[in-house]
């Protein structure tokens, strides 16, 4: 499975992206997480294959939200109300459904997202 992600930017604070995820391959959950400069990769957000069951970090939870089109193997993040703390690089993986890190096999190589205040 190859994940290919993209759509990232730079944006103004309480600007919107949306990220693509498109995948090559069988089919599975699908994560996106980030990471920050400085800190540490951490869960974004979380759909099953047949995009009924979705989950969320808190921090995102009611801004970001993750859809997919299976016809065309693409998973989106839609992001709203940006913060300058949402910049990070952004990446899709292929999986379990899960928010752990260590539940998905495949990694795409990420996307820069960067809030301007």
């Known amino acids: 499975v190859q994940l290919q992600a993209s759509g990232g930017g730079l944006v103004q604070a309480g600007g919107s992206l949306r990220l693509s995820c498109a995948a090559s391959?069988?089919?599975?959950?699908v994560g996106w997480f980030r990471q920050a400069p400085g800190k540490e990769r951490e869960f974004v957000a979380t759909?099953?294959?047949?995009?009924?069951?979705?989950y969320y970090a808190d921090s995102v939870k009611g801004r970001f939200t993750i859809s997919r089109d299976n016809a065309k193997n693409t998973v989106y993040l839609q992001m709203n109300s940006l913060k300058p703390e949402d910049t990070a690089i952004y990446y899709c993986?292929?999986?379990?459904?899960?928010w752990g890190q260590g539940e998905y096999r495949y990694w795409g190589q990420g996307t820069q997202v960067t809030v301007s205040s």
């Open positions: 759909i099953t294959w047949s995009g009924g069951t979705t």
């Open positions: 391959g069988r089919t599975f959950a």
């Open positions: 993986a292929a999986g379990s459904f899960s």
